[in-house]
């Protein structure tokens, strides 16, 4: 690392990431060296394995691969192994008949001839295993790190190994959408995207589902816990085979047509991709393939985390570089997944893993030994092998740290990713609605939550996710109605003061953060109608239920229920958004956060966002701020009675601006605005 300092290769673009942020350039040297390492780390891949392409396609020579003449080219990395074998259905298990030969660098190679008939000695359909014999002699049956298929058959509590090699692969139909400007994503989990009480398929979610989201208007789909694991309750989060598509919801077909016919709707499709550790199962599972602690991870401690009971990457090592570059490459390529959703990046940045720290925003703490730059390299160079090869895909990191350009390019010295998630923001709405009474919200506090980002560096706003829905946790929605939730959300029972401030928050709180919080937007499926009950899936301590791992969609349907006033409420958000596209426009001006009035008021893509906050007081004659001068109409109203609220407002009343400047604004209207309500103006002289 020294070495690489003296070097110093020059960040082509540093000058202009320090000309944005006076305040990084102390730490100028940690960026070229950061940069100078991912330098060294390419050109050793181009001089070494024949460049950057050839290394991240490894998939096509490792693991179990057809030859032109019908036979199979068999290759692991196995450092550890005395003797590696293939054994299966295809020689009736005999585990030593099929050596592989020892190649350098811990490689191992085997070739079997086709069959006489000229077709591969290994059918389609048939189990495999990867036979190591371990330095102490322990002879131990493997799954491949490169197994394209795994599936757990009948009661076996292991996964098996299964060689997917159809004779008519699905085939692509349709091309891969634009890379979206506004980005609204719908974060999705294929097996609880049904009513019933079990594990829903990719044709359900192909079928039922997709229709469904191109409704709302969400123009990209988040797909959880597809990469195999073995555990359903981890969520997708404890990864057994990082090649194989989760065969719990059905085929990699079925998968490849899901996202097929997604793209036939207008609709990228983006994988949550774990890559900061993997399950710690050594039968059917990466850990101890070779029979060592330290093949694929850090041996000793640095190789365990404490928290996820899971092993650690040692992103320093060749052959895992190769192996994470290649799936990433696999799932974009073979399946068609328009980019990645990069989950645990806080994890993978710091040699704490970010457990027990709280980041102030003190920029020492991104700074020095406690980085873990092997992992930020390994980083760095995914998202230019990404946007290399595949300019139209999408990254994202999942970092709670707020690491400085981590967003930025990596020609400035950063990371290279196209978003963050905006993390703060859910924890401040669950913060406000636990602590605060409806009077006491700081207005102030809200707005600098959703506006605190770094400039030029993109990120995902969400009121909730994923991790709001899980037992222990609570929605938005029922931490606002709770009990409430399962008497009173039938429109034939009396509007409750509980339930009628919950439909009129949910509906502000979703908006506010749409418009101010960031560039892109995520819902987690279910929660835009306000979904009750948590999600839990299946263990041991719910007696192996599913009632909780499912979703409700039909509460959302039902015309005498409320729920399909939030579902109404956010489809026409985001078909608003997607008319004015806010979420690519400048960041808003706020014009307006009055403490007392609990009024928060900005500008973005020409529209004024008005939001009334406090829970009796309606304001007539309301002076707002407007820099363009024109005629106004309401655009959206969350008062509106299709959306469950009190009809307070006329649409049809025209707001004319007068030349008198108002809270930095050059003109001004005046406007009738009721409590708990917000109202989306939109200039009508202005074309859309």
Not at 269 to 284: F, K, M, W, Y
């Amino acid at each position: 690392m020294a070495a690489a300092v003296a070097r110093g290769v020059s960040v082509p673009e540093l000058p202009r990431l320090l000309a944005r942020d006076p305040y990084l350039a102390p730490f100028a040297p940690d960026f070229q060296r950061r940069y100078t390492l991912f330098h060294d780390l390419l050109k050793n891949i181009e001089e070494n394995e024949g460049g950057l392409d050839k290394f991240s396609k490894s998939y096509k020579t490792f693991g179990v691969n057809q030859l032109v003449d019908g036979g199979l080219y068999c290759k692991e990395w196995a450092p550890g192994a005395e003797a590696v074998f293939l054994t299966g259905d295809f020689n009736g298990w005999n585990p030593f008949s099929h050596p592989y030969k020892k190649m350098d660098y811990g490689k191992w190679e085997l070739i079997i001839p086709p069959g006489q008939d000229g077709f591969s000695p290994v059918p389609h359909g048939s189990k495999l295993k990867v036979v190591i014999r371990s330095k102490n002699g322990e002879i131990l049956y493997r799954i491949s790190p490169w197994a394209k298929y795994v599936a757990r058959i009948d009661t076996n509590v292991n996964y098996d190994w299964i060689h997917w090699d159809p004779p008519l692969p699905y085939l692509r139909k349709h091309p891969q959408p634009k890379k979206p400007k506004s980005l609204r994503i719908y974060e999705s989990h294929v097996g609880i995207a049904s009513p019933e009480g079990k594990v829903a398929s990719y044709k359900n979610f192909t079928y039922n589902m997709l229709p469904k989201i191109k409704d709302l208007g969400y123009n990209c789909v988040q797909l959880m816990a597809i990469m195999e694991h073995a555990y359903y309750a981890s969520f997708g989060y404890q990864i057994t085979s990082f090649f194989a598509a989760s065969s719990r919801y059905g085929t990699p077909d079925d998968l490849k047509e899901l996202i097929d016919i997604a793209h036939s709707l207008g609709i990228t499709v983006l994988l949550d991709v774990v890559h900061s550790h993997a399950s710690n199962n050594s039968e059917d599972g990466l850990n101890k393939f070779d029979g060592t602690d330290s093949c694929f991870f850090h041996s000793g401690p640095r190789g365990t985390h404490n928290l996820w009971d899971s092993r650690l990457f040692d992103y320093s090592n060749w052959e895992v570089l190769r192996f994470l570059l290649s799936n990433l490459r696999w799932w974009i390529e073979e399946y068609g997944f328009d980019g990645f959703r990069f989950d645990g990046v806080t994890s993978m940045l710091y040699h704490n893993h970010g457990i027990g720290t709280g980041f102030s925003g003190d920029y020492h703490e991104y700074f020095g030994l406690h980085v873990d730059e092997d992992a930020l390299v390994y980083l760095i160079m995914a998202n230019h092998m990404i946007h290399l090869f595949h300019p139209e895909s999408i990254t994202v990191a999942e970092d709670v740290s707020g690491m400085p350009a981590l967003c930025c390019p990596i020609a400035q010295g950063g990371g290279g990713f196209d978003y963050r998630l905006a993390m703060a923001i859910p924890d401040k709405w669950i913060q406000i609605i636990k602590e605060l009474k409806d009077e006491d919200w700081n207005m102030g506090n809200i707005v600098h939550t959703l506006t605190n980002r770094r400039y030029e560096e993109k990120y995902i706003a969400y009121a909730e996710s994923h991790d709001q829905a899980l037992v222990g946790d609570k929605t938005l929605a029922f931490r606002l109605m709770d009990a409430e939730m399962y008497t009173n959300m039938s429109v034939l029972s009396p509007l409750t003061p509980i339930i009628d401030r919950g439909i009129q928050l949910h509906k502000m709180i979703r908006l506010i953060t749409h418009a101010l919080g960031g560039e892109g937007y995520l819902n987690f499926m279910g929660n835009e109608f306000g979904h009750p009950e948590w999600l839990d899936f299946p263990r041991k301590g719910n007696n192996e239920s599913y009632h909780y791992a499912r979703r409700q969609f039909h509460l959302a349907d039902d015309h005498i229920l409320r729920y399909r006033f939030l579902n109404a409420f956010d489809r026409d958000m985001n078909k608003l958004e997607e008319r004015f596209g806010w979420l690519a426009s400048p960041p808003a001006f706020v014009t307006e956060n009055h403490e007392s009035n609990k009024v928060i008021i900005f500008e973005r893509a020409n529209l004024i966002f008005i939001f009334n906050f406090h829970p009796s007081k309606s304001y007539t004659e309301y002076r707002v701020g407007a820099e363009t001068p024109g005629k106004y109409k309401i655009a959206l109203d969350s008062d509106a009675p299709e959306y469950g609220g009190h009809q307070r407002l006329d649409h049809n009343t025209e707001y004319f601006t007068e030349q008198y400047s108002h809270n930095f604004r050059s003109n001004s209207l005046l406007a009738y605005i009721p409590s708990r309500v917000a109202i989306v103006l939109q200039n009508m002289d202005i074309p859309n």
